[in-house]
């Protein structure tokens, strides 16, 4: 299963690159991959048939007990089946339902199949905390996929919904996931459902996951957000909201019904609430002119009657729950991709819209009806097969003594013949003749748009006809449901003909039924238009969003108002009362108090509150922020005097990066502060200010006594030296030890440059900066040093050999440039780089590190910038920050996932020792790979930052006509012999006479 995964999402990071090749035909080719795990998990079929179970398990954190572990059961096999073998037909599909001008399909196509590998990572995990992990990525792919037509308002608010309907969901299950993980000792999902929690605690546990799986497959009152995601493209409404995603919901239930399907609460909950979902979501349906909403509708209709099916605890009822999970997935991914076809084919989805459909396009006419037909119960079909089981088994449970089960079969019974009604309302909708009409124009379309409803339309009749086949591939799962009783013996079992029973009778009934109200549909309709409209679930939803946006603002309102010294009054007062509460009523302090370590100490830190003081108190802007710096250069003093090089280097190189973004901004700032407004409430900010000192230093002060065992730290040598074959404490432990802080800080740092450039390009990022026209013959061997005769810089008059550097420093004001700033960035940038790299790979054994070697980096760019702008900034580094963000991001997780290759946990270091002439021993390993991905991300924020805040406040002040230099003689043709004028720093050509005049070289 694992190999299956990685995959997935190796495949998915390929799809859009893909795309720009293969166009659509790229739909063809990603379908391969959910079609090979189909095929491999048929493979399994045998073993799950003899009851037993394919298994594969990589430890993770052994800590908490969490491994990467994957099981296939019965009930994981049906689903894996469903999720790969429509996922392989839904992009098919869409191969024929997309064109190549469609917006984003590349990612798009890559949402589709990440989406498909997810679920199959979902239904196969044996792990509770990595079921739970798909579970929520599958929340943030539909939300992606939902809004896939951004420019929408109608996408992006239906997206949203869905997003924060299931997360809430999502997250009370999480409590109940670590409540019965903890109460079980383990997060194995197997054992949790073979040896189940029956005590209090086991019970509001499985009742909070209960809320996750109703949120997820959209029972009552959580229905209303799978309507509202119709916005989405059909093939995404046929495979997540009907195959894929609101069945995750029902297999966490059929999952759990094994172990506590006779826990207090879940059968009430769950047949009171699966009756009332069925009931509405199928006269919902009646309302509906838009053919998708009216599957919509039915598919909420039909999600309640598997969860009354699925969740009722008695064998007979699991195994039809199982053969309805399939027939649902079949007719109902069938009836959506027909309404594609429709959509496409005669520009519309409103039926009133449409007439004789079902004579022009027959094909397409009877895959629908034997899709309706399965939907409605009608034998020889696999639906017929599905309801019929179900409404044996509840009889049989009513008989056998549980209340419920007549509860269930008489709602249950309601709920279908609304079902029938609905299914006649669609076909006649869809494929009918009306008189007041004129017959609908149909665009051509290629026949295989057929191909993947056709395959599917066979399945159901296949499944039908040979029903006794497929019970032997079911009932291991039904076995493992205890029961309450039954009257059959032996049990029930699939087939299409079990004789004249109740059920059967029970059906025709049903069927008749609903026929006659679908025949009274007028009056339906005008029973259904007193119902009033504030009986919404919708509604309810929008007017509890709009209740929390304005109690949100009122809140801010008045905590957060008054700019931005009261918001860091509200935040630091917030701080002071909560955390000097807990160190008010703390009883652990050190047992001694040592003043300083030695008097250099006492200075440094007397200089350092002067300087901050001082920053509170100056009137300048720049001044403050040197004064601030002064305060960041004395703790990496004491980093020094500590014996913490590392710490020491990357303070002062953070330091150094923050002093030059402060003044950048400053730029466009008033050189002084408070100009026109004084400040104000001096003496309240000097308190807080005051008393977060004191708390902080108090909190500090009791760390020191709080350490209840031993500290690690004496172990640190030897595991630095042993596993991680480093002497540098430090690196070893950012990229090896705890790697995983470090990943969640190079996310971090990704946020960071995303959110800096999309504050200041709300509408849009602005484009790379453009290089210089002339810079490529500057660039080329003949033509990059330059031979300019100058009598006063040659006494003899000889000509004078010059090389231009700074490519872009003559686009600056000759007023703003600094010759010193030129010539140093000259001498030094290159020698920057290589020590950067030197740091990189020396940091494992010496102070240093990927991201220490990145600052530097970063500074070396910073220093371009500095002295030529954003044109010689886009000279300096010629390729997009988002790409080498991008590149180390890879890096960085690819060693995570490269080391499951290997056996091993994510991120652990494999290392590959040799002894090489003349160097000796040398050891290379996977953290280095990884180090270097921090690099390239340090680099790249600091990069992105300068390219977006840098860039834009530089074209600012062009706008505002300062620093800005008439464009020079750039039009000189590329492979021009002559260089062009003015082409040399400092040196200016004069065009009448042809001599040049100016000072020193760049």
């Known amino acids: 299963m694992v190999p299956f995964l990685l995959a997935f999402v190796m495949l998915s990071v390929l799809t859009p690159w893909l795309t720009r090749y293969l166009g659509t035909r790229v739909f063809y080719l990603i379908a391969l991959l959910p079609a090979a795990a189909f095929a491999y998990t048929l493979t399994q079929t045998a073993t799950v048939t003899a009851g037993g179970a394919v298994k594969q398990s990589i430890p993770w954190i052994p800590q908490l007990g969490i491994s990467l572990s994957f099981r296939v059961d019965t009930l994981a096999w049906l689903l894996a089946l469903v999720v790969t073998g429509i996922g392989a037909l839904v992009l098919v599909y869409c191969a024929r339902y997309f064109t190549d001008d469609e917006p984003s399909l590349g990612r798009f196509a890559a949402l589709l199949l990440a989406f498909a590998g997810t679920m199959y990572g979902l239904v196969t995990a044996d792990d509770l905390v990595i079921m739970f992990m798909f579970w929520e990525i599958t929340s943030v792919l539909s939300y992606l996929l939902i809004g896939h037509y951004t420019h929408k308002r109608e996408s992006r608010g239906a997206a949203l919904q869905a997003l924060i309907v299931t997360t809430f969901g999502g997250l009370v299950m999480l409590v109940g996931v670590v409540m019965i993980s903890v109460a079980s000792g383990t997060t194995s999902l197997a054992y949790i459902v073979a040896n189940p929690v029956t005590d209090t605690m086991g019970t509001w546990a499985v009742l909070l996951i209960l809320v996750g799986a109703l949120s997820k497959s959209a029972l009552v009152p959580f229905h209303f957000w799978l309507p509202a995601a119709m916005a989405a493209p059909t093939p995404v409404s046929a495979y997540l909201h009907a195959a894929a995603m609101v069945k995750a ?468 040598p030897r595991l630095s030296v042993d596993d991680g074959h480093g002497d540098n404490i430090v690196n070893v432990m950012l990229v090896d030890i705890r790697a995983w802080d470090t990943m969640g800080e190079v996310s971090v740092l990704i946020v960071v440059a995303t959110g800096v450039a999309s504050l200041l390009f709300v509408s849009g990022r602005n484009a790379v900066v453009p290089r210089l026209k002339e810079s490529r013959s500057l660039r080329s061997g003949a033509n990059r040093r330059r031979v300019v005769a100058d009598p006063e810089l040659s006494s003899e008059g000889h000509a004078v050999t010059r090389q231009a550097f700074l490519l872009a420093g003559r686009k600056n004001d000759p007023s703003s440039r600094s010759i010193l700033i030129e010539v140093l960035v000259r001498l030094l940038f290159h020698p920057a780089m290589i020590v950067s790299i030197y740091l990189l790979f020396a940091g494992h054994n010496l102070p240093g590190g990927g991201f220490a070697g990145g600052l530097l980096a970063g500074l070396a760019l910073v220093a371009r910038y500095l002295a030529g702008g954003r044109y010689e900034l886009s000279e300096a580094a010629p390729i997009d920050p988002g790409k080498i963000l991008g590149l180390g991001v890879i890096l960085a997780v690819g060693m995570a996932v490269l080391s499951l290759f290997f056996d091993g946990i994510p991120l652990e270091s494999a290392y590959f020792t040799a002894t090489v002439p003349v160097l000796g021993d040398l050891s290379f390993g996977t953290s280095t790979i990884f180090d270097i991905g921090v690099y390239l991300v340090v680099i790249g924020l600091t990069y992105d930052i300068l390219r977006s805040l840098g860039s834009e406040i530089d074209r600012q002040s062009e706008a505002d006509g300062i620093g800005q230099r008439p464009e020079p003689d750039a039009e000189a043709p590329a492979d021009s012999n002559e260089p062009p004028a003015d082409t040399a720093v400092g040196v200016r050509i004069d065009p009448q006479t042809e001599t040049s005049t100016g000072g020193g070289s760049q």
């Open 249 to 716: 919901g029902i297999y966490i239930v059929a999952r759990l019904a094994p172990g506590y399907a006779d826990s207090d609460g879940w059968l009430p909950v769950l047949v009171t609430l699966g009756v009332w979902t069925m009931v509405v979501g199928a006269w919902r349906a009646l309302r509906q002119y838009d053919l998708k909403l009216l599957l919509a509708y039915g598919t909420v209709s039909q999600l309640g009657f598997l969860m009354i099916a699925i969740g009722f605890n008695t064998r007979d009822t699991a195994l039809a729950g199982a053969a309805l999970l399939l027939a649902h997935a079949l007719y109902k991914a069938t009836l959506f991709l027909v309404v594609g076809v429709i959509d496409h084919r005669a520009g519309t989805r409103d039926w009133r819209k449409l007439s004789g459909i079902g004579r022009n396009a027959p094909a397409l006419a009877v895959i629908a009806l034997v899709a309706v037909a399965s939907m409605a119960g009608l034998p020889p079909l696999f639906g017929f097969v599905a309801k019929e089981a179900v409404f044996t088994s509840l009889l049989d449970a009513g008989v056998g003594g549980s209340g419920w089960g007549y509860v269930a079969l008489i709602g249950t019974a309601v709920g279908s013949v609304l079902t029938v009604a609905y299914s006649i309302r669609f076909f006649w909708g869809a494929f009918g003749t009306r008189k007041e009409q004129p017959a609908t124009v149909l665009h051509a379309s290629p026949w295989d748009t057929l191909f993947a409803p056709g395959v599917l339309t066979v399945a159901t009749i296949g499944l039908g006809l040979f029903a006794s086949v497929l019970d032997p591939l079911l009932a291991p799962y039904a076995d493992t449901v205890p029961g309450i009783g039954t009257l059959t013996e032996p049990p029930y079992h699939l087939a299409l003909w079990h004789g004249l029973e109740p059920a059967l009778y029970l059906s025709a009934v049903v069927l008749l039924l609903g026929a006659m109200l679908f025949r009274a549909r007028r009056g339906v309709s005008k029973l259904q238009a007193r119902v009033p409209d504030y009986i919404d679930a919708g509604r309810g939803y929008g007017k509890a969003i709009r209740s929390v946006d304005r109690v949100a603002a009122r809140v801010t309102h008045f905590a957060q108002r008054g700019g931005l010294p009261q918001y860091l009054g509200t935040i630091l007062s917030v701080f002071v009362v909560a955390l000097g509460f807990a160190a008010f009523v703390n009883r652990t302090w050190p047992d001694s108090i040592v003043l300083w370590d030695y008097p250099g100490q006492v200075l440094i830190a007397l200089i350092m509150a002067i300087c901050a003081v001082m920053a509170a108190r100056v009137g300048q802007r720049m001044t403050a922020v040197i004064l601030a710096g002064v305060t960041g250069y004395g703790l990496v003093t004491l980093f020094a005097f500590h014996g913490a090089p590392d710490l020491a280097l990357t303070q002062a190189l953070v330091e150094s990066i923050t002093l030059v973004i402060f003044v950048l901004v400053l730029r466009r700032l008033p050189a002084n502060i408070a100009q026109h407004n004084k400040p104000v409430r001096r003496k309240r900010r000097l308190l807080i200010g005051s008393l977060v000192g004191l708390v902080m230093g108090t909190i500090g002060f009791i760390a020191l006594g709080a350490r209840d065992f031993e500290s690690i730290a004496g172990a640190l």
